[in-house]
Structure formats: structure tokens, C-alpha cells
Nanobody
Framework: QVRLVESGGGLVKIGGSLRLSCTAS????????VGWFRQAPGKERAFIAA????????CYGVSVKGRFAISRDADKNTVYLQMDDLNFDDTDVYYC????????????????????WGKGTQVTVST
């Protein structure tokens, strides 16, 4: 069982930045692809970004491409989501998700393919 904990959410002004972190325990992120999703009340969970366990492949949702960046630090067993130029539409609860894989280049944009989920961290963009 992999436990994921997100952190770094909070209140930020429009145009500002935040960096979210996702830490896994007790296992490391080896052989695990990681994705970030977000969800507002009453809406479906939306894909934001994903990264392979090698860290060499990643992809982004259309609404965040060019503004968000996903990365991983194997030494710290942490995956990051750097969010820049935030706008009101970015206000959501952000979730980290993980899926076990033997393919170092594997990742997925579909939430149904992920086995493990964190509890989420709230991001609120204000004036």
C-alpha cells in the first residue's frame, strides 16, 4: 500500500505561483508513475500533469500547459507541481495519484488507471 501526502496548497493572488509536493511512503517512487489531478465540487476530476517513474517523460492538460511543470526528486521521494501565472480557474482541490508500472516511460492521463490517491490540497486563487 502506497500512502501519498500532498502539501503546498493555499491562497494565492491571481498571477502568482505555488509549488505543490507529493510524498510517498513507505515505498519510494521507483516503478511508480505519478499524476496530478484537480477537482471542484460537483465536477469530474480533471487531468493536470503526469510524469513517468524515470522522470524522462511527462505531459500536461491543455488548460495548464506552459504554466505548470511537473518534476520528481528521487532522493527526496517527492514529486512536485510548479504552478505559475495562476488564474481563477485554477481554484480547486489538487490530488496526487500513483500507479505501479514496470515501464520506466509509462504514465497516463486517465484517473481510472491510478491505484493510489492522496487526500488532496486546496488551491485558491483570489484578487
Amino acid at each position: 500500500q502506497v500512502r501519498l501526502v500532498e502539501s503546498g496548497g493555499g491562497l494565492v493572488k491571481i498571477g502568482g505561483s505555488l509549488r505543490l509536493s507529493c510524498t510517498a511512503s513507505p515505498y519510494t517512487f521507483s516503478n511508480i508513475a505519478v499524476g496530478w489531478f484537480r477537482q471542484a465540487p460537483g465536477k469530474e476530476r480533471a487531468f493536470i500533469a503526469a510524469i513517468s517513474w524515470s522522470g524522462r517523460r511527462n505531459c500536461y492538460g491543455v488548460s495548464v500547459k506552459g504554466r505548470f511543470a511537473i518534476s520528481r526528486d528521487a532522493d527526496k521521494n517527492t514529486v512536485y507541481l510548479q504552478m505559475d501565472d495562476l488564474n481563477f480557474d485554477d481554484t480547486d482541490v489538487y490530488y496526487c495519484a500513483a500507479k505501479a508500472t514496470d515501464n520506466s516511460a509509462d504514465f497516463n492521463i486517465h484517473s481510472s488507471t491510478y491505484n493510489y490517491w492522496g487526500k488532496g490540497t486546496q488551491v485558491t486563487v483570489s484578487t
